[in-house]
């Protein structure tokens, strides 16, 4: 099965600009994760949706984060305006059902300059 | 509120070493515990799971006990090769709340 598409890869912007990140989970997975990895650390969760409704968006600064999952499938994260400590690397993972394992995109690593 | 302790790295060994990767935890209840593993431009990969307490994961030759007593969960292999590259995070999930807390993760490197 084709797994968690990520894009970009790679993104490199000025602080205060705006960015956009892009995942498409597997095929028939309802739930669907956004985490954020910092250097050396292990990944925090920003935002978890089933289906389309976010029900856990607790750990994600809202005054400069959004998200949305549009049918309950692909889902973008954005981020307006960025700054230097924005700086990670994004994963987007996605389970077929609450309780089942997480399968991770290769993540998109931002760098705010 | 969950946390999760990992042994420092950066790790090096040889091949064919006996690898352990110690991994402490603290949770409500009883939680589900994980290893996971990133190998060079990948995305994080299930490793193995233990769902409750004397419970063994196992895959690839790696293996962890769930020890509820020690609120523990190692990560050991008998025989290191130098696939086995790779930074691995123990991870958990509490019981009702599905988001899963990392820990810090561990860079392990095999030489030939």
């Known amino acids: 099965e084709a797994g968690v598409v990520q894009s970009p890869r790679y993104k490199i912007i000025e602080k205060k600009q705006p960015v956009a990140f892009w995942c498409n989970p597997i095929s028939g997975h309802n739930t669907l994760y956004w985490y954020r990895q910092n250097l050396g650390q292990g990944p925090e969760l920003l935002i978890r949706y089933e289906n389309e409704e976010a029900v856990d968006d607790s750990q994600l600064p809202k005054d400069r984060f959004s998200a949305e999952r549009l049918k309950g499938v692909d889902s973008t994260l954005k981020i307006q305006p960025a700054e230097l400590g924005d700086s990670a690397v994004y994963l987007c993972?996605?389970?077929?059902?609450?309780?089942?394992?997480?399968?991770f995109g290769n993540g998109t690593r931002l760098t705010v300059t | 509120g969950d946390s999760v302790t990992q042994m420092e790295g950066p790790v090096t060994l040889s091949e064919e070493a006996f690898l352990t990767i110690n991994c402490t935890y603290t949770?409500?209840?009883?939680?589900?515990l994980f290893w996971y593993v990133q190998y060079p431009g990948e995305g994080l990969q299930l490793l193995l799971k233990?769902?409750?307490?004397?419970d063994k994961g196992s895959n690839k030759g790696f293996e962890a006990t769930y020890r509820k007593e020690t609120t523990s969960f190692h990560l050991e292999k008998g025989s290191v090769q130098v696939s086995d590259s790779a930074v691995y995070f123990c991870a958990l999930t509490s019981f009702g709340n599905e988001k899963l807390t990392f820990g810090t993760g561990t860079r392990l490197t095999i030489i030939p």
């Open positions: 233990a769902t409750k307490a004397d």
């Open positions: 949770a409500t209840g009883y939680p589900s």
């Open positions: 993972a996605s389970s077929l059902a609450r309780d089942s394992p997480l399968h």
